[in-house]
């Protein structure tokens, strides 16, 4: 390892990524550490990380606490005091290098919130809504939210569950391009394991006591104060084609707030079905027991 590297041990969740792993792999040159966890890919996802030099771990997920992350971070000793979790199909750029590559020297934050710029079906969204993630903090500084799941889905990765973090936090500007070419087919299929996993999560989150609600992040208590409200998929997809002028992006972003469209409001139907179901259940014990 020579001086002039990032310390930043660069931390990517895998299973079955090689359609998208390469082009991650090829930006992180500039870091000092890269692992991979890897979920028993059957494609060429480990071979691929092991001929750029980086190390797999492998993880078995028995459906309980923890997950993917967490396990990690539990379990393992990066080389060095920061940590980023990066998707594989995000791609660090240049300027978010050298802006991260400052930032984590002598420095009072804990941990940095990050920047994203979509792509969807092939095209550069300029517009919308835009994304942001905790993802780059101090090691030993925190875990993502423990949430002590059953096996609700197949996500052995920590998706939606935010970083709870000891101490203040900053932001980078340079944004980190996030480029899925697996087809629109895998984003349905993964939005739609998304949409069971929020039902889930809500549910639990409403029989939560106070304090575990506190701790959650303020765009997390307006999303799970108003998702289940019927008007709410609609009123995200219109905000981000109208309001944040998604329809400048064309026919990506019409489809991009559709798609969003048809998340929301699955998991508003999926709440839905589950109250109703909950209800005859509870009618039908009264009538037993009357």
């Given at each position: ?13 895998t ?125 030993g ?14 996500l ?57 609600l506190?701790?959650l ?44 469209f ?13 109250r ?15």
């Amino acid at each position: 390892m020579t001086s002039d590297l990032i310390p930043i041990t660069i931390v990517i969740p895998t299973r079955n990524e090689e359609a998208n792993l390469a082009k991650c792999l090829r930006a992180l040159g500039r870091f000092s550490e890269v692992v991979l966890i890897d979920s028993a890919s059957t494609d060429a996802t480990c071979s691929i990380a092991e001929s750029f030099g980086y190390r797999v771990i492998n993880f078995a997920w028995n459906g309980q606490f923890p997950k993917k992350r967490n396990w990690y971070l539990l379990n393992h000793k990066p080389k060095n005091a920061w940590v980023l979790f990066l998707d594989a199909d995000e791609i660090v750029t240049d300027a978010f290098c050298t802006e991260v590559a400052a930032a984590v020297q002598n420095t009072a934050h804990a941990g940095y919130w990050l920047n994203y710029r979509n792509y969807f079906l092939g095209k550069k969204l300029r517009f919308g809504i835009p994304q942001r993630k905790l993802a780059l903090f101090r090691v030993g500084s925190g875990l993502y939210e423990r949430i002590e799941e059953a096996a609700w889905s197949n996500l052995d990765m920590e998706i939606h569950e935010h970083p709870q973090i000891e101490g203040s936090l900053g932001e980078l500007r340079a944004p980190i391009d996030h480029n899925d070419d697996r087809g629109i087919l895998k984003q349905i299929e993964r939005h739609r394991e998304y949409a069971i996993w929020e039902c889930a999560r809500i549910n639990l989150l409403e029989a939560a006591p106070t304090g575990q609600l506190a701790k959650l992040t303020s765009r997390q208590k307006l999303k799970y104060r108003l998702i289940r409200s019927p008007i709410f998929a609609a009123a995200y997809a219109i905000f981000q084609y109208f309001g944040r002028l998604g329809c400048l992006d064309g026919y990506a972003g019409l489809q991009y707030a559709l798609l969003k469209f048809w998340y929301f409001n699955l998991i508003a139907v999926l709440l839905r079905q589950n109250r109703e179901a909950e209800a005859r259940l509870t009618q039908s014990s009264s009538q037993y027991t009357s």
